[in-house]
């Protein structure tokens, strides 16, 4: 005599829903949802251009700054039609801008990456700051990628895996000041675009990357994920 067919429970239903939706989140990358190697590509060409238009231009402050702005323009366009945020796109082109001006203002080739030098500086003390305060920028970040707004920082884990991983984000600010500084004192415009571009996309990458395992080996067994923080209050 067979027994009846087996149906799963509403139960099992929402377990294996739950696992699945862990997995989904474990075998995401932090590249996967910030998208940020593709936006550190872009702002390395108005740098690279400045540079190019500059050696061409007899080191022309002005051949330099046009090739820069043009390029930043027309990467501005691009940006747009392949659907990245208008304003996440007008702040890179004002960036831009800034930096060209700075340059012209000051008659000096190598203070068009001065805004880059204290925007690192900043950069990495305001992430530090964060994680001092319990409120790690990497846990901002990816908490409204996902729609969270602060619901991640109700889940205690999830605070200190992100604290975590920002660590490794504070480290590449720190790094890129170390490289740029003596190099913007020294005026070595070409090697501050060799040190740009290598301090960019690569290094952007790599946090990415370091970053992911630091959280995920974090995160305590069982986890759901980044996805679906613990709320100590729903349990």
Same mark, same amino acid.
């Not at 080191?59 to 039609?81: F, H, K």
């Not at 003596?182 to 005026?187: D, H, I, M």
């Given at each position: 005599m067979t027994g009846a067919p087996q149906h799963d429970t509403p139960a099992s239903a929402d377990a294996s829903e739950g696992s699945a939706a862990a997995d989904q989140s474990r075998s995401e990358s932090l590249a996967d949802l910030l998208g940020g190697r593709r936006g550190a590509v872009d702002a390395t060409v108005p740098p690279v251009a400045f540079a190019v238009g500059w050696l061409l231009?007899?080191?022309?402050?002005?051949?330099?700054?046009?090739?820069?702005?043009?390029?930043?323009?027309?990467?501005?366009? *691009?940006?747009?039609?392949?659907?990245?945020r208008p304003r996440s796109v007008l702040i890179g082109l004002l960036a831009v801008c800034v930096a060209a001006l700075i340059a012209l203002r000051t008659g000096r080739?190598?203070?068009?990456?001065?805004l880059q030098l204290l925007s690192n500086a900043a950069s990495a003390l305001a992430w530090a700051v964060s994680i001092v305060l319990r409120w790690p920028l990497l846990g901002v970040v990816v908490g409204a990628a996902l729609g969270q707004r602060?619901? *991640?920082?109700?889940?205690?884990?999830?605070?200190?895996? +992100?604290?975590?991983?920002?660590?490794?984000?504070?480290a590449t600010y720190l790094l890129r000041?170390?490289?740029?500084?003596?190099? +913007?004192?020294?005026?070595?415009?070409? $090697?501050?675009?060799?040190?740009?571009?290598?301090?960019? *996309?690569?290094?952007? $990458?790599?946090?990415? $990357?370091?970053?992911?395992?630091?959280?995920?080996?974090?995160?305590?067994?069982?986890h759901p994920g980044l996805r679906h923080p613990v709320d100590p209050a729903q349990r």
């Open positions: 231009g007899g080191e022309s402050l002005w051949v330099g700054v046009g090739a820069a702005v043009l390029t930043g323009a027309v990467v501005a366009v *691009w940006r747009l039609r392949r659907g990245d080739a190598a203070d068009f990456f001065l602060t619901r *991640w920082r109700r889940d205690a884990a999830l605070v200190r895996a +992100y604290g975590r991983g920002s660590w490794i984000w504070t000041v170390a490289v740029f500084v003596p190099l +913007y004192l020294g005026g070595q415009v070409v $090697a501050l675009v060799v040190a740009r571009v290598a301090l960019t *996309w690569p290094l952007v $990458a790599v946090a990415l $990357a370091v970053s992911w395992v630091v959280v995920r080996r974090s995160l305590p067994a069982g």
